[in-house]
Every structure is written in structure tokens, then in C-alpha cells.
């Protein structure tokens, strides 16, 4: 089966003075243009929606991928991650008589938008981990906190979920785990880093830049 992929732009961006974070170029390229490019290397076949704005994609990428948008806007990644669930087809939205699976994709990745430094690695790494264990599977960033904004879920699991949840609109993405077990997938917690500030952005360019620590 195929890989699904959500990554998350609808954010405000209200700590970085509004300005698009997936947007943002980070060594040459834009932050959401590396990430896509880490979810390609992971799973070449993967489908990829993007909730919310795709701007930082080149044309030629933006025709990869699909875009949604959480009503109402800014209600937050739940609601952008629900509202991605629920344009990813499944089997009832095809006939009976053709060769789709009932889960189009058997695994779900689940990225925030502003995540330049993540890796294929560590992308195939939580696929192969769900797969194997039926449960989401997760890493933690630098303070040693589950990184729930990158994470591979069984995409039955994650849908199921979003119904028990309901309404998503300003709810927290932790509520997705609430009473489950993620499953730790190991990784340099700079892997996982995202950025809400300059401070946190020059920092993440400078681990990139040749003259570098």
C-alpha cells in the first residue's frame, strides 16, 4: 500500500509576525519544499495533502499535491488534519468492482509545516514502526516532548479517532493520543526541531551553513 501525507500550513504564524512559515527558504530551498522532498525520498508513491496554504511550493510541486483547507480557517491543526482525513478517499468513494483497498494508503504521516530539518531517514523509520505495530508512532524534540506534529498513524486509527473526537475546531492535536501508546522512534531531536521565532530560525540555518557548529 501507499503512504498518505498531511502537512499543515493554516497556521496564523503569530510569533513569527505573520509571516507564511512553510514558506520560509532555509538553505536555498522553502521550508515545505524540503519537507515534501524528505516525505518523496521516504515513500515515493506517497499522496500528499497539504492543509491549508501551499505557497513555498514551486508550480511543478503544487501539481504533486493536494490542497485543502479547514473550515473555519484557522481553527487550528486538528481541524487541518480532520479536514485532510476527510478529502482522503477511501474505498466507499469508489466502485465496488475496481482494485482499491478499503484505506487507499495504509499509513498516514502527519507533519507541521515548519519542520525544515526532517529527514527521509527518519520519515521511513516511523512508517516501518507503525507498520509493524499497528500504533502511531512518534519522536521527541529537543525539551523531550512527544513530537505529535510528526508522527506516521495507521490511517484506520487516525480516522477513527477524528470521529471519536468530533468537532476539531481549536482542539488540541494531543487529544488525537489521548488513552494510546505511540510507539518511539529514536532521532536527533534537531531532526524535529521547528521554528516559532527568528531566534529559532537562524539557529536551524546555522546547523545547515558549512561554517556551522
Do not use: Y
Amino acid at each position: 500500500m501507499t503512504v498518505n501525507a498531511i502537512i499543515l500550513t493554516g497556521g496564523r504564524s503569530r510569533r513569527f509576525d505573520g509571516v507564511h512559515k512553510p514558506g520560509v527558504e532555509v538553505d536555498g530551498r522553502s521550508t515545505i519544499s524540503r519537507i515534501l522532498q524528505s516525505i518523496r525520498g521516504a515513500a515515493a508513491d506517497s499522496e500528499v495533502w497539504v492543509a491549508g496554504p501551499a505557497d513555498g511550493l514551486s508550480e511543478t510541486e503544487q501539481k504533486g499535491v493536494r490542497v485543502v483547507r479547514e473550515e473555519p480557517e484557522f481553527a487550528g491543526p486538528l481541524a487541518g488534519i480532520a479536514a485532510a482525513a476527510a478529502a482522503i478517499p477511501t474505498e466507499a468513494a469508489f466502485p465496488v468492482d475496481t482494485a482499491f483497498p478499503a484505506e487507499t494508503a495504509d499509513v498516514t504521516l502527519v507533519l507541521a509545516g515548519d519542520m525544515p530539518l526532517i529527514t527521509a531517514g527518519h520519515l521511513g523509520e516511523l512508517i516501518s514502526a507503525c507498520r509493524a505495530t499497528g500504533r502511531p508512532a512518534t519522536g521527541a524534540d529537543d525539551r523531550g516532548k512527544t513530537q505529535f506534529l510528526c508522527a506516521a498513524w495507521p490511517t484506520r486509527l487516525l480516522r477513527a479517532r477524528l470521529t471519536e473526537i468530533g468537532d476539531p475546531t481549536d482542539g488540541a492535536v494531543k487529544l488525537l493520543f489521548a488513552g494510546l501508546e505511540p510507539v518511539a522512534v529514536a532521532v536527533d531531536p534537531e531532526v524535529v526541531s521547528d521554528f516559532d521565532t527568528a531566534a529559532e530560525l537562524e539557529a536551524i540555518r546555522t546547523r545547515l551553513s558549512p561554517d556551522g557548529p
